[in-house]
T-cell receptor, first 113, second 112 residues
């Protein structure tokens, strides 16, 4: 049972480039989340999804887009990367309602130069 | 203004009980308070969750006063392997929606 898998684990982008981070979960969870983690700031919610085909903005959504075309996958896109988006990105999933036990992936370390 | 506050760091010795408090004013009335543990280069891992009073599982206890303006994670008899960052996670009302908010984390260092 893989749980939550994030791809890629590391990436370096040049300013202005685009990329997509993939999150896949095999637990049949309804809720999925994308967080970013920066030193001294904890984790901040970027976007989340309450089910296939639905997405919503979190605390820091600017500069990111997401899609949930399949229940098991949640994609995070950066259309034009900026140095301020250098961070560690975590995907998570949970079974149903808000704030139940969430399972996190191992993270993607993104550097924008 | 939603604000979730935790001590930046704490030190303890093996075998001691450790209590980490998170302050969170005006959280949503119908959502859980959750605590996570994070080791370096890993994603956070769920520890415990509660709504009010006291909750206990095999690894920790969670104390929540009636006003729900704070919560305290209690780790009994810590060991070196408990050295990690601990986060509280709460939900704030945001208009008709809700906002998940992590605290900034408490670095716990367990000393031999």
């Amino acid at each position: 049972n893989a749980g939550v898998t994030q791809t890629p684990k590391f990436r370096v982008l040049k300013t202005g480039q685009s990329m997509t981070l993939l999150c896949a979960q095999d637990m049949n969870h309804e809720y999925m989340y994308w967080y970013r983690q920066d030193p001294g700031m904890g984790l901040r919610l970027i976007h989340y999804s309450v089910g296939e085909g639905t997405t919503a903005k979190g605390e820091v959504p600017d500069g990111y887009n997401v899609s949930r075309l399949k229940k098991q996958n949640f994609l995070l896109g950066l259309e034009s990367a900026a140095p301020s988006q250098t961070s560690v990105y975590f995907c998570a999933s949970s079974p149903k309602v808000w704030n139940t036990e969430a399972f996190f992936g191992q993270g993607t370390r993104l550097t924008v130069v | 203004l939603a604000k979730t506050t935790q001590p930046i760091s704490m030190d303890s010795y093996e075998g001691q009980e450790v209590n980490i408090t998170c302050s969170h004013n005006n959280i949503a009335t119908n959502d859980y308070i959750t605590w996570y543990q994070q080791f370096p280069s890993q994603g956070p891992r769920f520890i415990i969750q509660g709504y009010k009073t006291k909750v206990t599982n095999e690894v920790a206890s969670l104390f929540i006063p009636a006003d729900r303006k704070s919560s305290t994670l209690s780790l009994p008899r810590v060991s070196l392997s408990d050295t990690a960052v601990y986060y509280c996670l709460v939900v704030y009302p945001r208009g008709s929606a809700r906002q998940l908010t992590f605290g900034s984390g408490t670095q716990l260092t367990v000393l031999p």
